[in-house]
């Protein structure tokens, strides 16, 4: 089966760094999401990744291996802000995108 | 800026009623979806649409329908609402089939069937 896993929950301290992991194990592998949702909000994009390596925008920079199946999104400076759920989406080899339940990220003063 | 709007926040219907969930996106975008939302789950793929009155089935279509009478409009119908269809809905566009675009959400609406 498809599988995407990501932390259910993570907190961490305003002005820190954060680490948020996603492991996939697709059928096959066309690139790999990252979007930012607010609760009770819309989701909305913060990255794409299809090759391997670290691609920085800003704060926010999203790591990919594919030979491991494993991304990461790297959260610079935090703010009260980037308080939020985190999803991971992975599109498979027929081009279908799997999406995980999402990492639900705490910020404290 | 793209613009997905969705007629309803909040909704709460009675088990057996037929509910209609209105999305409208400003874009011209070609692709529209409808997912749902539940805890500790991924978004799960309803039906999405690339073009006018064209549908396709997605993971979890059983108990919906969905209609696409104009580009910028995708409706999703459950003809008879259930219990366990109690969730958040959210609709999304994107320009073009290219599954490398991102997807442009509306801000959800949260449906309670009792």
């Known amino acids: 089966g498809q599988n995407i896993d990501q932390p259910t929950e993570m907190t961490a301290t305003e002005g820190a760094i954060v680490q948020i992991n996603c492991t996939y194990q697709t059928s096959g592998f066309n690139g790999l999401f990252w979007y930012q949702q607010h609760a009770g909000e819309a989701p909305t994009f913060l990255s794409y990744?299809?090759l391997d390596g670290l691609e920085e925008k800003g704060r926010f920079s999203s790591f990919l291996s594919r030979s491991k199946g494993y991304s990461y999104l790297l959260l610079k400076e935090l703010q009260m802000k980037d308080s939020a759920s985190y999803l991971c989406a992975v599109i498979d080899s027929n081009y279908q995108l799997i999406w995980g339940a999402g990492t639900k990220l705490i910020i404290k003063p | 800026d793209v613009k997905v709007t969705q007629s309803s926040r909040y909704l709460v219907k009675r088990t057996g009623e037929k509910v209609f969930l209105e999305c409208v996106q400003d874009?011209?975008?070609?692709?529209m979806f409808w997912y749902r939302q539940d805890p500790g789950l991924g978004l799960r793929l309803i039906y999405f649409?690339?073009?006018?009155?064209?549908?396709e089935k997605g993971d979890i279509p059983e108990g919906y329908s969905v209609s696409r009478e104009k580009k910028e409009r995708f409706s999703l119908i459950l003809e008879s609402a259930s219990t366990n269809q109690t969730s958040m809905y959210l609709c999304?566009?994107?320009?073009?089939?290219?599954?490398?675009?991102?997807?442009?959400f509306g801000p959800g609406t949260r449906l309670t069937v009792l």
């Open positions: 990744n299809v």
């Open positions: 649409s690339y073009d006018v009155k064209m549908k």
């Open positions: 874009m011209d975008h070609e692709n």
């Open positions: 999304a566009s994107s320009p073009t089939l290219d599954p490398y675009n991102e997807q442009f």
